[in-house]
């Protein structure tokens, strides 16, 4: 079970979530983008090292 304080109304957390969201996604941003960066790097690596290497064989 879970006790919550009895003197807190909340307003503090409440502000300091406000202020968390008013910065924005960045880091849901930036895992999306890393995501991206490996997947063309795969992609780069399986053309250049599958596809090119077989058809200048």
Known sequence: MILE??????SADQQRVDAIVAQGP???FAVAGLAVAIVMAI???F???????????
Not at 47 to 57: Q, S
């Open 5 to 10: 304080p009895m003197d807190s109304d909340g």
């Open 26 to 28: 960045r880091g849901a």
């Open 43 to 45: 992609w780069l690596a």
């Open 47 to 57: 053309y250049v090292l599958v596809y090119l290497a077989r058809r200048g064989g």
